[in-house]
């Protein structure tokens, strides 16, 4: 190669989430990296992770990795919280691929942000109980006071249903009182889901709160990485997108095109029996 020529890496970029919610990260990545490639398998025939252990998540997350590994992604982009918060590290120190999460990288942005040094963070059961959202906080900043609301059911309503109902509207109420009342400047979104309900969200807490999008956040991330490990591909070329679950397909491509809001195909099934053959390492 010749001096100061830049390097092209072709290969795709990987990304999974329990479901559909990751789909928001992959809108902001193909917006933000127009020219990559991205493989995307959404975990539906085991949607919700939000209530699972962490060992369980531990589990699915290392079947999923190894498995888009094993398709040659570059970097692996674990756009799930849960997900993250239950096994990233591990995956970091099992694999020896480049592998990035959501967390941090939202931790960060909230730091940034918030002038009170008051930060509120919803998310599911999982995220919440591991406490992953408070340690990458206080790391960032010891002072901070930080106060997290687990949202059960959230993401469900969100995934199954209309996202204005009144039911929403009363559910998206009730998780962020105890933040609104706890004086919060900054709400960090702590599930690939929540951005659907960002209109409603925002008015709840007011103007005055800014919410941090783990999207927009994860995308930033991916760009750096790109940069930094010199793996970006030919920018003169349009990018392509293909999605696996493991539920149904179908379904898959109606409840996720709300989420993407970009054209919808190349969707294949991937068994859960065979990615449960994989053994966790
Ligand atoms: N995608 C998950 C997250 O970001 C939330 C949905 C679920 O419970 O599976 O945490």
Same mark, same amino acid.
């Given at each position: =190669?010749?001096?100061?020529?830049?390097?092209?890496?072709?290969?795709?970029? @990987? =990304?999974?989430?329990?479901?559909?919610?990751?789909?928001?990260?992959?809108?902001?990545?193909?917006?933000?990296?127009?020219h990559?490639?991205?493989i995307?398998?959404?975990? +539906?025939?085991? &949607?919700?992770?939000? $209530?699972?252990?962490?060992?369980?998540?531990r589990?699915?997350?290392?079947q999923?990795?190894?498995?888009?590994?094993?398709?040659?992604?570059?970097?692996l982009?674990?756009?799930c %919280?849960?997900? +993250?918060?239950?096994?990233l590290t &591990?995956?970091?120190?099992?694999?020896e691929?480049?592998?990035?999460?959501?967390?941090?990288p939202?931790?960060?942005?909230?730091?940034?942000?918030?002038?009170?040094?008051?930060?509120?963070?919803?998310?599911t059961?999982?995220?919440?109980?591991?406490?992953?959202?408070?340690?990458?906080?206080? %790391?960032?900043?010891?002072?901070?006071?930080?106060?997290?609301?687990?949202c059960?059911?959230?993401?469900?309503? !969100?995934?199954?249903?209309?996202?204005?109902? $009144?039911? =929403?509207?009363?559910?998206?109420?009730?998780?962020?009182?105890?933040?609104?009342?706890?004086?919060?400047?900054?709400? !960090?979104?702590?599930?690939?889901?929540?951005?659907?309900?960002t209109?409603m969200?925002?008015?709840?807490?007011?103007?005055?709160?800014?919410l941090? %999008?783990?999207?927009?956040? !994860?995308?930033?991330?991916?760009?750096?990485?790109?940069?930094?490990?010199?793996?970006? %591909?030919?920018?003169?070329?349009? @990018?392509?997108?293909?999605?696996?679950? +493991?539920?149904?397909?179908?379904? &898959?491509?109606?409840?996720?095109?709300?989420?993407?809001? =970009? $054209?919808?195909?190349n969707?294949?099934h991937?068994?859960i029996?065979?990615?449960?053959?994989?053994?966790?390492?």
């Open positions: =190669m010749a001096a100061g020529e830049a390097k092209i890496d072709p290969r795709p970029i @990987g =990304m999974f989430d329990s479901g559909v919610g990751g789909l928001t990260v992959l809108h902001e990545c193909l917006v933000s990296h127009p990559e490639d991205f995307y398998l959404g975990d +539906t025939g085991r &949607f919700p992770y939000g $209530p699972r252990s962490i060992e369980e998540l589990s699915f997350a290392w999923i990795a190894s498995h888009l590994l094993s398709l040659d992604v570059k970097l982009v674990v756009a %919280n849960s997900a +993250t918060a239950a096994a &591990f995956l970091q120190e099992q694999l691929a480049s592998i990035i999460g959501a967390v941090h939202e931790a960060e942005a909230a730091v940034q942000t918030t002038r009170n040094r008051k930060v509120g963070v919803l998310a059961e999982a995220t919440v109980s591991s406490g992953s959202y408070e340690r990458a906080l206080l %790391n960032l900043d010891a002072g901070l006071e930080t106060f997290s609301q687990a059960p059911q959230l993401a469900s309503m !969100i995934q199954s249903g209309d996202v204005s109902s $009144p039911e =929403m509207v009363e559910a998206v109420k009730d998780y962020a009182a105890p933040l609104k009342d706890a004086g919060v400047d900054t709400v !960090i979104l702590g599930c690939t889901h929540y951005p659907l309900v209109p969200l925002q008015r709840v807490f007011g103007r005055d709160v800014t941090v %999008n783990s999207a927009r956040e !994860i995308a930033r991330e991916v760009g750096e990485v790109l940069g930094r490990k010199g793996i970006g %591909n030919d920018t003169a070329r349009e @990018g392509r997108y293909s999605f696996l679950c +493991t539920g149904d397909e179908k379904s &898959f491509v109606e409840v996720g095109a709300r989420f993407l809001q =970009m $054209p919808f195909e969707v294949e991937v068994e029996s065979e990615l449960e053959k994989i053994e966790v390492g």
